[in-house]
């Protein structure tokens, strides 16, 4: 299976900053990675697939970029909405399809 | 509006069974494959299991695998996974999710979850 790590696990950021998290694969798994964004008590929702694609109605602030091993979630400028725990999926080599351990982000 | 609504957790112990479900609506539900993933309290995500659009093709997780049944009702717009033999490492929340596109494993909707607690 591949296997998914995030940095950081966790990150303190106040409102209006730019904030990056990385996911790194075990083996290339080319375009074939998803963001996701959950708030606490919430269902996951999809932010970013194929490393770089915007989900329909999620705001641009959210960018994500990367191929191969490593990829970035990108927030341009945080918002008090942002403030959740975000996690990293491959799509590549499934069944299983694997996710990242989350990032969380919170107030500074 | 897509909705997907869990039930059917609860408290079970050890060794014991219990059948989820996940009704679906806004969306013609026979046209998707569908996916059980699981959330230990203060955990990640882990995907359990996918069944293809039309209930023919099944696939589990290694941790679950001979002891959970997906399955599906399409004239009823439900999802379904029996749990047996259940662990006390099952204790979770049980999300249903669509698949947005022919068993790619991309989840663009996502039930409520349905608290799973298997405890003596």
């Known amino acids: 299976d591949i296997q998914m790590t995030q940095s950081p696990s966790s990150l303190s950021a106040s409102v209006g900053d730019r904030v990056t998290i990385t996911c790194r694969a075990s083996?290339?798994?080319?375009?074939?990675l998803n963001w996701y964004q959950q708030k606490p008590g919430k269902a996951p929702k999809l932010l970013i697939y194929a490393a770089s694609s915007l989900q329909s109605g999620v705001p641009s602030r959210f960018s994500g970029s990367g191929s191969g091993t490593d990829f970035t979630l990108t927030i341009s400028s945080l918002q008090p909405e942002d403030f959740a725990t975000y996690y990293c999926q491959q799509s590549y080599s499934t069944p299983p399809s694997t996710f990242g351990p989350g990032t969380k982000v919170d107030i500074k | 509006e897509v909705q997907l609504v869990e039930s059917g957790g609860g408290l079970v112990q050890p060794g014991g069974s219990l059948r989820l479900s996940c009704a679906a609506s806004g969306f013609t539900f026979s046209s998707y494959w569908m996916h059980w993933v699981r959330q230990a309290p203060g955990k990640g995500l882990v995907w359990v299991s996918r069944?293809?659009?039309?209930?023919?093709?099944?696939s589990y997780a290694d941790s679950v695998k001979g002891r959970f049944t997906i399955s599906r009702d399409n004239a009823k717009n439900t999802l379904y996974l029996q749990m047996n033999s259940l662990r006390a490492e099952d204790t979770a929340v049980y999300y249903c999710?669509?698949?947005?596109?022919?068993?790619?494993?991309?989840?663009?909707?996502w039930g409520q979850g349905t608290l799973v607690t298997v405890s003596s």
């Open positions: 999710a669509r698949d947005e596109d022919y068993g790619d494993f991309l989840f663009d909707y």
């Open positions: 083996q290339s798994i080319s375009s074939y």
């Open positions: 069944i293809n659009s039309d209930g023919s093709s099944t």
